[in-house]
Each structure stands twice: as C-alpha cells, then as structure tokens.
C-alpha cells in the first residue's frame, strides 16, 4: 500500500484506548495530528530543540488584516516545509472571521506525498483585536478594513471560506 510509508504515532492529546495502552494513530490521522503538533507549537517552547515549531504565535498580538496574514501564510508554509516532509503544501489560506473579531483561520491545503488525495486542514488561531483608546476614540475611528481571505497559492481566488477537514 502506497502509504505505509506514514507509520503510527502517539496519539494528541495523549490517551489510552480501550485496552489502557497508549492510545495510537495511523495514516492520515496520523499526519493532521503532526500538522496540529507543529503549527500549535512556537519555537522555544520544546528545550531540547528549540527551533521546532511555527512562528504564527509572534502574530497573536498583530492587527487582523492583510499584512498579517501573509506573515502568518508564510510561517505557516515554512514550518510545514521544514517539519513535515511526508506532505506537500499545496495552498496555505487565511481567513478572518468576521462575526467573532480576532478569529483567524488557516486552511491548509495539502497531498500526502506518494499518493493522489488532496487534504485540507482548519486550523483556527486568535489574534488579540484592536481596542481604541478610550469613549471618544469610538465615535471618530473607521472601523478596520478586512480582507475575507488571503492565499498563498498561485492563480487561487479569493473569497473562499475555510473549509472543513477533508476526510
């Protein structure tokens, strides 16, 4: 079978299954707990090494806008890059809630290396929204402009909400 080559890990959070062993996942469960691990983790955080992770956490107190999420793409697209070699990124989306402010989610876009099947994975992410000054602040500020979604793949249109996880 062409995905063999994906193996079994622990499961995250970590658990038992029935039998009270140490609860396991496999083939593409396997890989969207992989995704989850690294794009959840900020670099620093694992002593023994400290460069694992993906710098989307440096974004959590950036303005929801375009200008941030193209940094948050770009972290996205290289952590992956760099720590998961079984996938291939496709396309790194993101979009902004626009009912709950601070809301961000990254839709990523990917095929497991070796086999046809492409996946996707939401990742929802919280950015700390902009708060004015004070009262008066309020009645004179423009409320922020938005962008519904930014992509990073080429030729992708725009407007797309995210998507729920493939499966």
Same mark, same amino acid.
């Given at each position: 079978m062409?995905?063999? =080559? ?5 499961? /995250? ?13 496999? *083939? ?8 989850r ?14 460069? &694992? ?5 440096d /974004?959590? /107190?950036?303005?929801?806008n ?6 948050i793409?770009?972290?996205? *697209? ?7 070699? *079984? ?8 979009? =902004?809630?626009?009912?709950?402010d ?16 492409? *996946?996707?994975?939401? &990742?929802? &992410? ?39 996880v493939?499966?």
């Amino acid at each position: 079978m062409a995905t063999d =080559f994906i193996g079994a890990g622990w499961a /995250f959070p970590v658990r038992t299954d029935a039998t009270g062993s140490i609860a396991l996942v496999t *083939r593409e469960r396997e890989i969207e707990e992989a995704i989850r691990i690294i794009l959840g983790t900020a670099p620093g955080e694992r002593p023994m090494r400290p460069e &694992f992770g993906c710098r989307i956490h440096d /974004f959590v /107190f950036g303005p929801a806008n375009g200008s941030t999420a193209g940094e948050i793409i770009y972290a996205v *697209r290289t952590a992956l890059e760099r720590w998961e070699p *079984r996938i291939d990124v496709v396309d790194v989306r993101v979009g =902004f809630d626009s009912g709950q402010d601070g809301t961000v989610y990254v839709d990523v876009r990917y095929t497991v290396r070796g086999v046809n099947n492409p *996946r996707n994975l939401v &990742f929802p &992410f919280y950015v700390i929204p902009d708060h004015p000054a004070g009262p008066e602040a309020v009645d004179h500020a423009d409320p922020p402009v938005r962008p519904a979604l930014a992509s990073s793949g080429p030729g992708r249109p725009h407007g797309h909400g995210p998507m729920a996880v493939a499966r």
